[in-house]
């Protein structure tokens, strides 16, 4: 599947074509995942700021439509069974795309929903290190695929599976402080928010080193076999 969806990415055929639409879709999601860090972590946004979010937003969405759009016009004119798995494979993609940008979204208005700021503490650092290790692997995936780097994109899983351990500790040591109820709602809130960006960054990622039946899968024997085989 690896080899194949990467000449998918580089073609100019109707799958092609559909792959480039999702690669801006991740490139959207990724400007707006690093836009909404930015708000949380500072000050109050401007009605500038905040309405740069949303616009960056609605784009996202319509991607996902236009790709779901083609991909559908596609099978029922032009498509073979061939370009089915394919087909699927973008349909899962441009969803998890979609979802980074909802999550990052609702991240950008965590502390006016919590009306706090947050307090510049260890709890807040370590939040910090997941942000900048989530906004690390996002630039970087638009990359893994341009290059065909197989076992970048298995390192890439594995920073982005330990990136979730440490949201799920963090949640626990939030919940143990004695923040009151607003400062700990807005840190849970963004643990919570970077750990499903990075979760649905992971599906993506997955895509490029199993097969459609086990995308979202990452089984560490099968990742080393991946990569053996690379």
């Known amino acids: 599947m690896f080899r194949e969806l990467l000449s998918i990415f580089r073609s100019d055929e109707p799958l092609g074509r559909m792959a480039a639409n999702f690669s801006r879709m991740l490139k959207l999601a990724n400007e707006l995942t690093v836009k909404a860090g930015d708000i949380y ?3 109050r946004p401007t009605p500038d700021e905040r309405t740069e979010v949303y616009k960056r937003d609605v784009k ?6 236009k790709i779901r759009k083609q991909v559908i016009a596609h099978l029922s004119v032009h498509g073979t069974s061939a370009d089915l798995p394919y087909a699927l494979v973008l349909m899962s993609l441009v ?4 979802r980074i940008g909802d999550y990052a979204k609702n991240l950008a208005e965590t502390l006016d929903v919590a009306g706090v700021t947050l307090p510049d503490d ?6 910090r290190e997941i942000r900048a290790g989530v906004e690390s692997a996002l630039a970087t995936a638009g990359e893994v695929f341009a290059r065909s780097d197989q076992e970048a994109a298995i390192d890439l899983i ?3 599976r330990d990136i979730t351990h440490r949201c799920d500790v963090l949640l626990t040591r939030v919940a143990r402080s004695d923040h009151n109820a607003a400062t700990t709602t807005a840190l849970v809130l963004g643990t919570r928010f970077y750990k499903r960006i990075g979760a649905h960054l992971l599906n993506i990622l997955s895509s490029v080193v199993m097969p459609l039946h086990k995308l979202d899968y990452y089984d560490e024997k099968l990742l080393e076999g991946v990569k053996d085989r690379s």
Request: charged share 45%; no cysteine.
């Open 95 to 98: 969803k998890d795309a979609e």
């Open 158 to 160: 594995r920073q982005g």
């Open 122 to 127: 260890e709890l807040v650092g370590e939040l």
């Open 60 to 65: 996202v969405n319509k991607l996902e439509r």
């Open 41 to 43: 972590f500072g000050d």
